[in-house]
Each structure stands twice: as structure tokens, then as C-alpha cells.
């Protein structure tokens, strides 16, 4: 097995950018970005000792997210590019990719702690910059809710302090009332939002914003979702109720591609470099 080849297999613009540094240490090719003027052939026989999938997990038929692709992807499509004992990394929910690769290594980097804080700040400068175009008015001074105090909520805490925003966080315990404090924000919990705030970003992913607490705020009111499925908002009475949401996924590859590849590409080297046998899922 050669430890020296990588192949970038699918994914979006932020894996561009992360073969362009891993390609200072490797040998690097990608398969499945015959749109993005990558026209780089993989060498008859090349057998490759790491393989890096996109984010996204693949479908249940094994399709790889492929945007940039020429025709679908799928997992069959790269196994004979596996050398013996290759380790494969992967993003969320990597119990979907072993699936497919039994036999093979799998890591999800999206599950070390590094890129984990790094990914929350991209996506939480990302989400500020969304909300400053749809905003009529400047962030200082500005009645602004953080749902949760995650790795997300905290970075945008950080950042909204910079700008002089009036902060309230809502959160479910008192580890995060702890974290409210010592970030020196006020804090309360899930049940006594008010509605009182013009600027919402929720990080958590489960009901918070039920109809009844929709209701409370204003027509101005702008409501950021960062979380996950099943998401922390009554979508459909949000269109009912005819308020504005931005739906804000896979922030840093849309809003800080280079940054969110180049941090992708430290993760991977940091865990080839230590020891891939040292890191589980």
C-alpha cells in the first residue's frame, strides 16, 4: 500500500481546495470532478492508501454526492482503487459508509474535535454574513437569540459580541447556562422565549420553535437555522404565518470554501500524522 496516495472521491467545491494542500504532501487525484476542470487522469493500476468522501454519507444504493461530477457516483465505482488495508474517511454518520467498506478502515473526520471547532466558526461567520444581507438594520445594539450553546452557539456568541449585538441564549441545562455565563451573555431557558428578538439563530436540532412560540415574534423577525433534521423550527407554520427563515446548511463550503478545505485538509494530515489506528469514529 502506498502511504503517499490520496484519492478525493466526490464531494463539494471545499474538496478542491483541500486536495490543493494535501497535494504539498501527497499524491493526490480526484474522481467523480469531470465539471470542475480536473481533467487529471488516474494512472492505469493506481492503488490508493487513503480515500476521502464527501460529508453527505452515501445513499442506501451507494450513491456519493457528486456535484461536479459527469455522471452518478457510487461506492462500487472505487473500490478497485482500494489498496489492502486503506483507510477511508468519511463525514457524518460514518456507520452508513462501513457499510459498504467492511473490510476497510473507516474515519469520520467530521468527528475530531478540531475540525469540529473549526467547522462552527466557518459556519457561524457564515450565518452572520447571511443575516447582514437580509437585515434592514446593523447588528449593534441589536435584540439577537442563540438557541443552544454548542460548538455553533458559542462561536456565534463570540462573534456577535464583536459586533455589539444584546445577546440572550436559550438553552435546555445548566452546562449551558455555565457556558452562557462565562461567555457573558444572558441566559434562559427554551420555555421562556419571548419573542421580543429581531435576529433568531438556532443550533439545535430538535422542536423548539413550536407555532405557539413562532407566533410571539414580529413580521421583522429573521429566523437562521443551523441545525440538523429534524430541525428546531414548525416549518410549515412558519409559511403560514408568512415569517422570513433562511435555511443555512453547508455553510463553510458556500460561504469559506478555501478555509473549510484547507481545515479538512489539516484534520486529515493531523490524523495520518498521529496515527490512524489512534482515532476511532
Same mark, same amino acid.
Given at each position: 500500500?502506498?502511504?503517499?496516495?490520496?484519492?478525493?472521491?466526490?464531494? &463539494?467545491?471545499?474538496?478542491?481546495?483541500?486536495?490543493?494542500?494535501? +497535494?504539498?504532501?501527497?499524491?493526490?487525484?480526484?474522481?467523480?470532478?469531470?465539471?470542475? &476542470?480536473?481533467? =487529471?487522469?488516474?494512472?492505469?493500476?493506481?492503488?490508493?492508501?487513503?480515500?476521502?468522501?464527501?460529508?453527505?454519507?452515501?445513499?442506501? /444504493?451507494? =450513491?456519493? +454526492? /457528486?456535484?461536479?461530477?459527469?455522471?452518478?457516483?457510487?461506492?462500487?465505482?472505487?473500490?478497485?482503487?482500494?489498496?489492502?488495508?486503506?483507510?477511508?474517511? $468519511?463525514?457524518?454518520?460514518?456507520?452508513?459508509?462501513? %457499510?459498504?467498506?467492511? +473490510?476497510?478502515?473507516?474515519?469520520?473526520?467530521?468527528?475530531?474535535?478540531?475540525?469540529?471547532?473549526?467547522?462552527?466558526?466557518?459556519? /457561524?461567520?457564515?450565518?452572520?454574513?447571511?443575516?447582514?444581507?437580509?437585515?434592514?438594520?446593523?447588528?449593534?445594539?441589536?435584540?439577537?437569540?442563540?438557541?443552544?450553546?454548542?460548538?455553533?452557539? $458559542?462561536?456565534?456568541?463570540?462573534?456577535?459580541?464583536?459586533?455589539?449585538? &444584546?445577546?440572550?441564549?436559550? %438553552?435546555?441545562?445548566?452546562?449551558?447556562?455555565?457556558?452562557?455565563?462565562?461567555?457573558?451573555?444572558?441566559?434562559? +431557558?427554551?420555555?421562556?422565549?419571548?419573542? =421580543?428578538?429581531?435576529?433568531?439563530?438556532?443550533?439545535?436540532?430538535?422542536?423548539?420553535?413550536?407555532? =405557539?412560540?413562532?407566533?410571539?415574534?414580529?413580521?421583522?423577525?429573521?429566523?437562521?437555522?443551523?441545525?440538523?433534521?429534524?430541525?428546531?423550527? &414548525?416549518?410549515?407554520?412558519?409559511?403560514?404565518?408568512?415569517?422570513?427563515?433562511?435555511?443555512?446548511?453547508?455553510?463553510?463550503?458556500?460561504?469559506?470554501?478555501?478555509?473549510?478545505?484547507?481545515?479538512?485538509?489539516?484534520?486529515?494530515?493531523?490524523?495520518?500524522?498521529?496515527?490512524?489506528?489512534?482515532?476511532?469514529?
Amino acid at each position: 500500500m502506498s502511504d503517499k496516495t490520496i484519492l478525493i472521491v466526490g464531494g &463539494d467545491i471545499r474538496q478542491i481546495y483541500c486536495g490543493q494542500k494535501l +497535494s504539498r504532501f501527497f499524491n493526490v487525484y480526484y474522481k467523480g470532478f469531470e465539471n470542475a &476542470d480536473i481533467s =487529471e487522469k488516474i494512472p492505469d493500476g493506481t492503488k490508493f492508501g487513503y480515500v476521502i468522501l464527501p460529508v453527505p454519507p452515501p445513499t442506501e /444504493a451507494g =450513491e456519493i +454526492s /457528486a456535484p461536479f461530477g459527469g455522471e452518478k457516483l457510487y461506492t462500487a465505482d472505487i473500490s478497485p482503487y482500494l489498496a489492502d488495508g486503506a483507510v477511508i474517511f $468519511t463525514g457524518i454518520n460514518p456507520e452508513k459508509t462501513e %457499510v459498504f467498506f467492511p +473490510s476497510y478502515k473507516v474515519i469520520s473526520y467530521t468527528a475530531q474535535e478540531d475540525f469540529a471547532l473549526k467547522n462552527a466558526i466557518s459556519t /457561524a461567520e457564515g450565518a452572520i454574513m447571511l443575516a447582514l444581507e437580509r437585515l434592514s438594520v446593523t447588528m449593534n445594539g441589536l435584540p439577537v437569540l442563540v438557541v443552544g450553546m454548542g460548538r455553533i452557539g $458559542t462561536a456565534l456568541v463570540n462573534i456577535l459580541k464583536g459586533f455589539g449585538a &444584546d445577546i440572550t441564549v436559550a %438553552v435546555r441545562n445548566g452546562k449551558g447556562r455555565a457556558k452562557a455565563a462565562i461567555s457573558g451573555v444572558r441566559a434562559i +431557558s427554551t420555555e421562556e422565549i419571548t419573542g =421580543e428578538h429581531i435576529l433568531v439563530f438556532n443550533t439545535a436540532p430538535n422542536l423548539v420553535f413550536t407555532g =405557539e412560540i413562532i407566533e410571539k415574534f414580529s413580521e421583522d423577525t429573521l429566523f437562521v437555522e443551523l441545525a440538523s433534521k429534524p430541525y428546531g423550527f &414548525d416549518f410549515k407554520k412558519v409559511e403560514q404565518l408568512n415569517r422570513k427563515i433562511i435555511l443555512a446548511s453547508g455553510l463553510p463550503a458556500k460561504k469559506a470554501p478555501v478555509t473549510a478545505g484547507y481545515d479538512l485538509a489539516d484534520t486529515i494530515i493531523s490524523i495520518i500524522m498521529e496515527g490512524v489506528n489512534a482515532y476511532d469514529r
